[in-house]
DNA sequence: AAAGTGACGGTCT
DNA sequence: AAGACCGCCACTT
């Protein structure tokens, strides 16, 4: 387990119920800025039964970063905790950002 | 070894 | 507001 992994694990596992971060915040915090993809790669990497709140993570713009099922999971996620996606896949409500 | 490929981002149009 | 462009970095072909 790398250094970068495992600060971006627990950054991550304090992330609030009901808030959103972006790939590029995540990547600053663990002291890597412009790793934004790694965050993404690392994430996708996770166990499907993983405890960590993956899904409150989108991307600058606001919107979904995955495709197909996993998109339909994380919207379910997110709309579980208040938090909105319109079809385009984005974010409606910005309020919700940490 | 070179080229393609992403759970990405900042800038400029 | 949205898309095109280009920079970025680890991995795969």
Partial sequence: MTEFESSLYNILARLPQGKLTT???????????SHARLVGRTLSKLPKDTKLPWFRVVNSQGKISLAGDAFIRQKEQLSAEGIDINESGKVVNFRHYL
């Avoid at 790939?23 to 800025?33: D, E, R, V």
């Fill in 23 to 33: 790939y590029g915040q995540l990547a600053k915090q663990c002291g890597y800025p």
